[in-house]
Antibody, heavy 121, light 111 residues
Framework: EVQLVETGGGLIQPGGSLRLSCAASGFTVSSSYMSWVRQAPGKGLEWVSVIYSGGSTYYADSVKGRFTISRDNSKNTLYLQMNSLRAEDTAVYYC???????????????WGQGTLVTVSS | QSVLTQPPSASGTPGQRVTISCSGSSSNIGSNTVNWYQQIPGTAPKLLIYSNNQRPSGVPDRFSGSKSGTSASLAISGLQSEDEADYYCAAWDDSLNVHWVFGGGTKLTVL
């Protein structure tokens, strides 16, 4: 069974840093497509970053240069290193996995429960 | 402002049929498939429709999706009180600086 468990959220001051973790089970992170998606309080979903199985990484313009997505294959865990945090980064952060939904079709069907990051002084 | 455009709200009475629209562009909906997610407040999004019109196992056939050109829509027939939730469309985008784009979400109220 696929499971994604995010941890690492909390209250952080503007300009600070935080590292989110997404512990995966039921599949191998290193051979998968995985993303971070965030949702500000009362707002919609916003894609943050993606890492492909080959290791390529991409970021939304709003976080480029400040956030870094990575993975630890030995721990089967996805990370999001967040630096220079701003008030507008306040959100619930979800990790998502592009998994097998039916037959041989893969799509973004698995999400973690989310972890709340609050940037405030 | 979201890349995909959805109406902010929709409503219906039990048993009715409601539709939610999602408008995009040639770089996202026009060239990639559309997913729909249902989100109960305080919980993670749940995949409702994938590949424009396919339902994952366990999703009732009251939910259906369609796509035409750069627009997509989600239809819910036989509306039930438990369908009250936020609904998001999503698609991959072929633009250089974005990858996964979402609609702003539609809050469905069952009257």
């Amino acid at each position: 069974e696929v499971q994604l468990v995010e941890t690492g959220g909390g209250l952080i001051q503007p300009g600070g840093s935080l590292r989110l973790s997404c512990a995966a089970s039921g599949f191998t992170v290193s051979s998968s497509y995985m993303s971070w998606v965030r949702q500000a309080p009362g707002k919609g979903l916003e894609w943050v970053s993606v890492i492909y199985s080959g290791g390529s990484t991409y970021y939304a313009d709003s976080v480029k240069g400040r956030f870094t997505i990575s993975r630890d294959n030995s721990k089967n865990t996805l990370y999001l290193q967040m630096n220079s945090l701003r008030a507008e980064d306040t959100a619930v952060y979800y990790c998502a996995y592009k998994g097998l939904v039916s037959g041989n079709y893969y799509t973004w069907c698995y999400w973690g429960q989310g972890t709340l990051v609050t940037v405030s002084s | 402002q979201s890349v995909l455009t959805q109406p902010p709200s929709a409503s219906g009475t039990p048993g009715q049929r409601v539709t939610i629209s999602c408008s995009g562009s040639s770089s996202n909906i026009g060239s990639n498939t559309v997913n729909w997610y249902q989100q109960i407040p305080g919980t993670a999004p749940k995949l409702l429709i994938y590949s424009n019109n396919q339902r994952p196992s366990g999703v009732p056939d009251r939910f259906s999706g369609s796509k035409s050109g750069t627009s997509a829509s989600l239809a819910i027939s036989g509306l039930q009180s438990e369908d009250e939730a936020d609904y998001y469309c999503a698609a991959w985008d072929d633009s250089l600086n974005v990858h996964w784009v979402f609609g702003g979400g539609t809050k469905l109220t069952v009257l």
